[in-house]
């Protein structure tokens, strides 16, 4: 089984950005969706960004239209891009290759270890 590095968290004001990286060991072309989770203490692990082969992508509510996922296929890496950030966007974040965006929570890989990503008000 392949790994997640993801990288590119700190801690930043609202209102800026930050992008997140994930380098997987594995070509990421052979699967269907890519996906970006964040889990906020006392929290579950949801879905905030995904992203199929195809190029169609999903977006949790709370981050519509301020985050984007991409890939750059020929680095096997995803990226999240996070602009307009908020307090409650504060939460360790992670990547990884779920079944499909139809089931995002049963994923192909062990977790990675995360990055964690800060705004303060």
């Known amino acids: 089984q392949g790994q997640l590095m993801e990288s590119g968290g700190g801690l930043v004001q609202a209102g800026t950005s930050l992008r997140l990286s994930c380098t997987v060991t594995?070509?990421?072309?052979?699967?269907?969706?890519l996906a970006w989770y964040r889990q906020a203490p006392g929290n579950q692990r949801e879905l905030v960004a995904g992203?199929?082969?195809?190029?169609?992508?999903q977006y949790a509510d709370s981050v519509t239209g301020r985050f984007t996922i991409s890939a750059d296929y020929a680095k096997n890496t995803v990226y999240l891009q996070m602009n307009h950030l908020k307090p409650e966007d504060t939460a360790l974040y992670y990547c990884n290759i779920p079944e499909s965006l139809g089931v995002p929570m049963t994923v192909y890989f062990h977790w990675g270890r995360g990055t964690q990503v800060t705004v303060s008000s």
């Open positions: 594995r070509e990421i072309n052979r699967f269907k969706a």
């Open positions: 992203l199929t082969r195809d190029g169609v992508t």
